[in-house]
């Protein structure tokens, strides 16, 4: 039997009222110290963060051939391309509740089992509507994972947070970009869609390998301890509540705005230049560019963030960047595209850094966890308005610069939040 870990081991929790507790605390996090499990929880949250968008860049590359093949109607793939951003903001919330009852390594098991189930389902279904609550329940699968990563970096790598939240955001943007340039090529190959979605479904199964041996750790640890611990009440920990904070709404708006220009990216940058005279295969590989050029951003921005004593000339450049992307876009899209891709591809920095900055603004698990819900499950909210309301201008005035000028100022409003998260401060401080 794994030995309980040391008494200072303690659980997040975004949401726990004080009263007696040795029955109520969940399992204790540190049951695989960094020392002894701290490569097998590396490799699990790499292998997960692989699969944090597959599902949702391979339905979107196939989203032809399965409207035509489900029939599906205008309107119900309208809701499941918007599926993603609605149940990032509104299961990810969930997730503190999860943790405070079961350990991480538990809730991820669950989570990646999810995932796979849905891929599965989804893709040998014929119901479209079978299709849509099959997808939601593997995009629960992934918000939980996008909530647990940051914590999961807090707890066990906490020197090391940079260069660990470098890592699986690297990861996260491979999975990303290989789904999106492989769907369809699989698809061919074996002659379906259903062949071209499902595949990822092994990806996912892959991802639960190494949490079941941390989850049964955990599970032998909280066993051990219940009968090892004193009839005492301990007081659990305060609350912790973003959303009564600045800085947790300065977060949550970082957050937003950054994923409505991204999502907005990935939804109509290669219809731009379609637009600007590019051939399709051109435009495609366009936008492919600018995630493939983001992975070295996504390992070298948490790196960068983990060393300054201020992030304030890191949020300043990523302005900088997107601006004259935007620019660049608005007044010569075709002359200089690849230089607007690679400025681009820079800007979205924005991503990995608000994912360090999560980290760095809190000083438990417990507020890392709470901070990650809230900022997360907010912010896709508002991401969610970014592809709707690029479509919406871009129909409207039948160009450009309406579309791009609303960008602009998505740009500075994530800006302003920046100015507030850039400097050293803790949300345990705050509440």
């Known amino acids: 039997m794994t030995p309980p870990p040391p008494p200072t081991a303690t659980v997040p929790s975004a949401d726990v009222t004080p009263g007696p ?19 097998l929880v590396l ?28 029939g599906l109607s205008g309107t119900m793939a309208g809701l499941v391309t918007t599926l993603p951003t609605i149940a990032f903001a509104g299961l990810g919330a969930l997730t503190p509740w999860l943790v405070r009852r079961w350990a991480a390594p538990r809730v991820l098991v669950l989570a990646m089992i999810a995932l796979t189930a849905g891929q599965v389902l989804r893709a040998v279904t014929g119901s479209a509507a079978v299709f849509v609550l099959t997808s939601a329940l593997a995009l629960a699968g992934i918000a939980v994972a996008n909530i647990l990563l940051p914590m999961l970096v807090k707890q066990h790598f906490p020197h090391r947070t940079g260069l660990v939240t470098g890592a699986y955001t690297m990861a996260l ?14 698809a061919h ?11 990822w479904a092994g990806l996912a199964a892959l991802a639960v390998i190494p949490w079941v041996p941390l989850a ?11 009968r090892t611990a004193p009839p005492a009440v301990v007081a659990a920990p305060a609350r912790v509540r973003p959303g009564r904070t600045r800085l947790g709404w300065a977060m949550a708006v970082y957050f937003g705005a950054q994923s409505l220009s991204g999502y907005a990216i990935m939804g109509w940058l290669a219809q731009l230049f379609r637009d600007a005279g590019y051939r399709p295969e051109a435009a495609g590989l ?11 951003v996504a390992l070298t921005m948490p790196a960068l963030a983990g060393r300054l004593a201020t992030l304030r000339p890191l949020v300043l450049s990523l302005t900088a960047f997107s ?8 007044l010569a899209p075709r002359g200089l ?8 591809a820079l800007g979205q920095g924005a991503f990995p850094l608000i994912l360090t900055t999560i980290g760095l603004r809190a000083r438990t698990a417990e507020g890392t966890v709470a901070l990650s819900a809230f900022a997360q499950s907010t912010g896709y909210v508002i991401a969610a308005l970014g592809p709707l309301l690029v479509g919406i201008l871009y129909e409207t005035t039948g160009g450009w610069t309406a579309p791009l000028g609303f960008l602009l100022v998505a740009l500075a409003v994530q800006t302003t939040a920046g100015m507030v998260i850039a400097r050293p401060r803790y949300i345990e401080d705050e509440r």
């Open 337 to 344: 595209a690849p230089l607007w891709v690679l400025l681009l």
């Open 189 to 199: 190959a074996f002659g379906s869609w259903r062949a071209g979605l499902g595949v």
């Open 323 to 330: 601006t004259a992307a935007y620019v660049g876009l608005a």
């Open 173 to 186: 943007t491979v999975g990303t970009t290989v789904a999106a340039a492989s769907a369809v090529p699989v």
């Open 286 to 296: 366009l936008l492919a560019g600018v995630t493939a050029l983001g992975v070295p």
């Open 21 to 39: 507790a040795p029955a109520a605390t969940p399992d204790p996090p540190a049951a695989v110290s960094p020392a002894r499990g701290g490569l």
């Open 216 to 226: 049964l750790r955990a599970r032998a640890a909280r066993r051990a301890a219940d």
């Open 43 to 70: 490799v699990g949250m790499l292998l997960v963060a692989l699969n944090l968008r597959a599902a949702v860049t391979s339905l979107g590359a196939l989203l032809d051939e399965i409207r035509v093949g489900l």
